[in-house]
């Protein structure tokens, strides 16, 4: 079974706080991905990795940023928090045609 | 700009019944599609995919795609109320590297 780990299910920061949101899997898949999802926008793809030490942007790259140091973990970093980065997280790793997600992590900017 | 679109419904069935949850989408470019449902407050579970032509069957779901029309569609037999939740249509123009482009779902009540 694929499993894929996130850090917290439930964060509260402040604006302008460094935020680390972390992602792990356990099924040794080259491609990891951030999104979040929101009420009426649906999920929206942040940022994607297809190897370590590999990004691209996605759809919404603005106001974040990840880090791949190794092939299980996907961490994602928001430099300066900010009231409308309130939005529930999902991590997902990827082999092949199945696309797995995490539980997420519904983060508050306060 | 590759767009998916989705009824959000809700859309209710009564239990036993079959219901279509319909999506379309603009790149003609589009490999591979996918259906996830989502319970509230939890994350999207794949369901199935499809790339080909025609339907494909998983216990009492079909998908189905017609790529010249550019839909795809999930039919789901003797609906259930655990079946209850919004259902995801996404797709896969970039060979699976890239991420998924992802519908806003439609909402489905399965109504005992």
């Known amino acids: 079974d694929v499993k894929v780990t996130q850090s917290s299910r439930y964060l509260v920061k402040r604006t302008g706080e460094k935020v680390f949101l972390e992602c792990v899997q356990d099924?040794?898949?080259?491609?990891m991905f951030w999104y979040r999802q929101d009420p009426g926008l649906g999920l929206r793809l942040i940022y994607f990795s297809y190897d370590v030490k590999m990004k691209e942007k996605g759809d919404i790259p603005e106001g974040y940023s990840v880090s791949r140091e190794k092939k299980e973990r996907f961490s994602l970093i928001l430099e300066s928090a900010s009231t409308n980065q309130t939005s529930m997280y999902l991590c997902?790793?990827?082999?092949?045609?199945?696309?797995?997600f995490g539980p997420g992590t519904r983060l508050t900017v306060t | 700009q590759k767009e998916v679109e989705q009824n959000s419904g809700p859309l209710s069935v009564p239990e036993g019944a079959i219901a279509s949850l319909n999506c379309t989408y603009s790149d003609r470019g589009s490999q591979s599609f996918f259906w996830y449902r989502q319970y509230s407050g939890k994350s999207p579970e794949l369901i199935m995919f499809?790339?080909?032509?025609g339907d494909k069957e998983d216990g009492r779901f079909t998908a189905q795609l017609n790529k010249a029309s550019q839909y795809v569609s999930l039919l789901i037999r003797d609906s259930q109320p655990s079946d209850s939740a919004t259902y995801l249509c996404a797709l896969d123009s970039g060979g699976g590297a890239d991420g998924l482009t992802f519908g806003k779902g439609t909402h489905l009540i399965i109504q005992p």
């Open positions: 997902a790793s990827r082999i092949s045609n199945e696309q797995y």
């Open positions: 099924m040794d898949h080259e491609n």
């Open positions: 499809i790339y080909s032509n």
